[in-house]
T-cell receptor, first 107, second 113 residues
Framework: KNEVEQSPQNLTAQEGEFITINCSYS?????LHWLQQHPGGGIVSLFM???GKKKHGRLIATINIQEKHSSLHITASHPRDSAVYIC?????????FGAGTRLTVKP | NAGVTQTPKFRILKIGQSMTLQCTQD?????MYWYRQDPGMGLKLIYY???????DKGEVPNGYNVSRSTTEDFPLRLELAAPSQTSVYFC????????????FGEGSRLTVL
């Protein structure tokens, strides 16, 4: 079993829908990242959080340390949000990555 | 500000050939990393460096070598390429080792035939 599990693996939504991507981890962590990988491959960091909640535009990331779970929410989704979203955790001085969630938002 | 720059973006190698993936960053980050990304799998750490002259193995180092002669550059060398090294490679850098935000290059897609 992977130390970082994401669900769902694939997600298709209609433009305007509220989207939730989940991340569960089984190791102790010092921080959790949400990354975005667009078609064409580049990866950018969306959020780094170790507690609570962060918001940037239409994106919201939450983490529950006790439950070892994080969620990434996208409000009013748009086709340009189509990408692979990757959850990664810092644990024991190493970063461990989930396999990613492929999101497709249809117009 | 270019961030992290990787070259080449695409390369096809024959079994047994060698090549170097170049990575340079202009953010004066001490920490640099090489990852590989295989379909359906999370990114795996190949090698990392905590500063010029200092490198260490990650989770999947076999078949690769690195060097770090300057803060800016962190090339990854593939010796005797094998089909198992077909992957997408990402270079990244960060300003601190633990819980530091990672800045990624655009990736290099390597195919070994």
């Amino acid at each position: 079993k992977n130390e970082v599990e994401q669900s769902p693996q694939n997600l298709t939504a209609q433009e305007g829908e509220f989207i939730t991507i989940n991340c569960s981890y089984s190791v102790g962590i010092s921080a959790l990242h949400w990354l975005q990988q667009h078609p064409g491959g580049g990866i950018v960091s969306l959020f780094m959080l170790s507690s609570g909640k962060k918001k940037h535009g239409r994106l919201i990331a939450t983490i529950n340390i006790q439950e070892k779970h994080s969620s990434l929410h996208i409000t009013a989704s748009h086709p340009r949000d189509s990408a692979v979203y990757i959850c990664a955790v810092w644990s024991n001085n190493d970063m461990r990555f989930g396999a990613g969630t492929r999101l497709t938002v249809k117009p | 500000n270019a961030g992290v720059t990787q070259t080449p973006k695409f390369r096809i190698l024959k079994i047994g050939q060698s090549m170097t993936l170049q990575c340079t960053q202009d953010m004066n980050h001490n920490y640099m990393y090489w990852y590989r990304q295989d379909p359906g799998m999370g990114l795996k750490l190949i090698y990392y460096s905590v500063g010029a002259g200092i490198t260490d193995k990650g989770e999947v180092p076999n078949g690769y070598n690195v060097s770090r002669s300057t803060t800016e550059d962190f090339p990854l060398r593939l010796e005797l390429a094998a089909p198992s090294q077909t992957s997408v490679y990402f270079c990244a850098s960060s300003y601190r080792r633990v819980a530091g935000e990672l800045f990624f290059g655009e990736g290099s897609r390597l195919t070994v035939l």
